[in-house]
């Protein structure tokens, strides 16, 4: 029941949490969590006008569908769902949505964090930001690095540290 | 033949979205993009460093090998999220 899409438009929060929550209460959930990234209006160089997202058509979806298949086999949840936008994006508006399903909260919570830290290290999708009439690609964090090699040097049993 | 395709800023500095190549010798990714980089002062700039491979839509390293009619992709450490 997993969903993953990469779309242009906005979408509505509530209509994911229905998408999701249907598919999900069957199965016996009772923790539903959801995370929502916006687009800062600010970086380290001062304010911003906006970003632009590209991605690899093809290759994207597939990888957050892989993702969505890890998260399913390594932690307890019994639906997810990911959607990520591209295109051009204003100052606060909505980049990225995340939901997990499962029976009790932790493991949807781990799974959410989980589908976050992996997307921003392995999910092809490049940031622009624009400031002025000048854009200037987005370098990539060695903290969005740490946060997904956490997952990968941590076996299952312990990995809330 | 081999499709290549480039994204983000290796694709801005490569001036190119993508092109076709004749498969290396090696077949292997590696070799291609050595015989890339050869190819034009545009395309050493952008391969240069720390550039992510992938071939066939799956992130890989320079051993893994070609095939006739198989897609490669050049591209920088992702950002999304």
Known sequence: MVFARV?????????????????????????????????????AQGGIQGIELEYYPGMTES???ALLTQASQ?????????????????????????????QHRE????AATFIMDMLKQSVPIWKKEWQGDQATWVVAKTNDDKAAMRWLSENQDNACD | MVTVKFFAQVREIAGVDSLTISLPQPPTIAALRTQL??????LNDALQGNVLMAHNQTLCNGETKLNEH???????PVTGG
Request: aromatic share 10%; charged share 15%; glycine share 10%.
């Open chain 1, 7 to 43: 779309q242009t438009n906005d979408f509505s929060q509530q209509a994911l949490y229905d998408e999701l929550c249907g598919g999900a209460v069957s199965q016996g959930a009772g923790a539903i969590v959801t995370f929502t990234g916006l687009v800062r209006d600010f970086n």
């Open chain 1, 63 to 65: 990888a957050l569908n």
């Open chain 1, 74 to 102: 390594r932690f307890d949840i019994v639906d997810a769902g990911i959607i990520h936008r591209v295109g051009k994006l204003a100052n606060h508006a909505q980049i990225v949505w995340v939901g997990t399903a499962s």
């Open chain 1, 107 to 110: 493991q949807a919570f781990l």
């Open chain 2, 37 to 42: 980089m050869r190819q034009s002062a545009a």
């Open chain 2, 70 to 76: 198989d897609e490669v992709a050049f591209f920088p």
